[in-house]
């Protein structure tokens, strides 16, 4: 399991005295203001930043980070991904699970069947969509609801789904 999991990424800077637009990657971006610490990774290097301010502008999260108070400080910042510790993450309830965890998992079909492994999850609004990657049917869309999912070990790196009619492509 991943130590460190995404909650944005930054597309841009934020007027002139240090502010970065954050394009948020988690579920609840007011989880943003209880936030002390971030990890910015930009390609090159990981850096240790601390928050110093929050605010909200239309679906992006503006960021101020201690220290940093002018543009030329964080321009290089752009597109670098920001990260918690695993145990700075809100807490999951039942049946909800970090994309992290599930991204490379093995998926079973109910009857026994490798059918590939889950490469990304697309979040539609209504329910997420488990993108498979299968060497027997290519990429199959499964919706995350109970009567598709049956059993996910995170631990184990298996999830077992259940097929509604429609969801292979036609042999």
Same mark, same amino acid.
């Given at each position: 399991?991943?130590?460190?999991?995404?909650?944005?990424?930054?597309?841009?800077?934020?007027?002139?005295?240090?502010?970065?637009?954050?394009?948020?990657?988690?579920?609840?971006?007011?989880?943003?203001?209880?936030?002390?610490?971030?990890?910015?990774?930009?390609?090159?290097?990981?850096?240790?930043?601390?928050?110093?301010?929050?605010?909200?502008?239309?679906?992006?999260?503006?960021?101020?980070?201690?220290?940093?108070?002018?543009?030329?400080?964080?321009?290089?910042?752009?597109? #670098? %991904?920001?990260?918690?510790?695993? !145990? @700075?993450?809100?807490?999951? $309830?039942? =049946?909800?699970? &970090? *994309?992290? +965890?599930?991204?490379?998992?093995?998926?079973?079909?109910?009857? #026994? %069947?490798?059918?590939?492994?889950? !490469? @990304?999850?697309?979040?539609? $609004?209504? =329910?997420?969509? &488990? *993108?498979? +990657?299968?060497?027997?049917?290519?990429?199959?869309?499964?919706?995350?609801?109970?009567?598709?999912?049956? !059993?996910?070990?995170?631990?184990? $790196?298996?999830?077992?789904?259940?097929?509604?009619?429609?969801?292979?492509?036609?042999?």
């Amino acid at each position: 399991m991943e130590d460190y999991l995404k909650v944005g990424v930054i597309t841009s800077t934020h007027g002139l005295r240090g502010e970065v637009k954050v394009f948020p990657t988690t579920d609840d971006p007011e989880r943003f203001r209880k936030l002390k610490k971030v990890y910015l990774r930009t390609g090159k290097e990981q850096l240790c930043l601390q928050v110093a301010g929050v605010k909200f502008f239309k679906n992006m999260v503006i960021l101020k980070f201690k220290g940093l108070e002018d543009i030329s400080q964080v321009e290089g910042f752009r597109q #670098g %991904e920001l990260y918690v510790e695993r !145990k @700075d993450a809100v807490p999951l $309830g039942e =049946n909800e699970y &970090y *994309i992290a +965890d599930l991204l490379g998992m093995e998926v079973v079909l109910d009857t #026994g %069947e490798s059918l590939g492994r889950l !490469k @990304d999850v697309l979040s539609t $609004g209504a =329910n997420d969509v &488990y *993108i498979v +990657d299968s060497e027997k049917y290519g990429e199959v869309l499964i919706p995350a609801i109970k009567q598709c999912i049956i !059993k996910t070990d995170v631990p184990g $790196g298996i999830m077992t789904v259940h097929l509604l009619p429609g969801l292979l492509p036609e042999s």
